[in-house]
């Protein structure tokens, strides 16, 4: 059974600039999350998806950030525009949803902001 | 406002000894709680869940108490191994509302 797959596992950009981050969850799943994850603290949830419905993002700074999740499958995640305090991990993670909470992660997205 | 404390940022103990990783929580009311280990570089893979009504989950090495009165979950690896070095992170839900500790890095050395 293939992971969670995203990209790019890396990028650089400048303040100001925009970026998008996409994220393939596992077949099946019907519940996806973003989340970000800064150096030494553990991941914060963004934005969390019930096939192609938002379930919560309150904790999403909707004036910069903005998801979704067209046909309940493939995910974007962008930002614009980057502030320093962006750089972090984006970490995807999905499950199959109902009762079943386990969560899967991809490898994430290293974003860093000069 | 809501906190998850996990006991220290760094534990460190002997092959074969059992570590204790905990997980505590406030002005919170989970419906449960997960366990995920987490290594450099990436993402964090699935443990263990325990439920607001299970006091205890078990998986071969593993072993998740959780104490709703107290407000705390325990959890144990017994045997360690330098393998099982890595990052814990405890995370709780309720409500679709779902947050993560800081998490505790546990070295294990041979």
């Known amino acids: 059974e293939a992971g969670v797959a995203q990209s790019p596992r890396y990028k650089i950009i400048e303040k100001r600039q925009s970026v998008a981050f996409w994220c393939n969850p596992i077949?099946?799943?019907?519940?996806l999350y973003w989340y970000q994850q800064i150096l030494g603290q553990g991941p914060k949830l963004l934005i969390q998806?019930?096939?192609?419905?938002?379930?919560?993002d309150s904790q999403l700074p909707k004036d910069r950030f903005s998801a979704e999740r067209l046909k309940g499958v493939d995910s974007t995640l962008k930002i614009q525009p980057a502030k320093l305090e962006d750089s972090a991990v984006y970490l995807c993670?999905?499950?199959?949803?109902?009762?079943?909470?386990?969560?899967?992660f991809g490898p994430g997205t290293r974003l860093t902001v000069t | 406002s809501q906190k998850i404390e996990q006991n220290s940022e760094a534990l460190n103990i002997q092959e074969g000894k059992t570590a204790t990783l905990t997980c505590n929580y406030t002005n919170y009311s989970p419906a449960y709680l997960q366990w995920y280990r987490q290594d450099p570089g990436r993402g964090p893979v699935f443990l263990l869940l325990i439920r607001e009504n299970e006091k205890e989950k078990r998986k071969e090495r593993l072993k998740v108490t959780f104490d709703t009165t107290l407000k705390q979950s325990l959890f144990h690896i017994t045997a360690s191994q330098p393998a099982d070095s890595a990052t814990y992170l405890c995370a709780l839900e309720n409500n679709n509302d779902m947050r993560f500790g800081a998490g505790t890095r546990l070295t294990v050395k041979p």
């Open positions: 993670a999905s499950s199959l949803g109902g009762t079943i909470y386990e969560q899967y």
């Open positions: 998806f019930q096939n192609n419905g938002v379930v919560d």
């Open positions: 077949s099946g799943h019907a519940t």
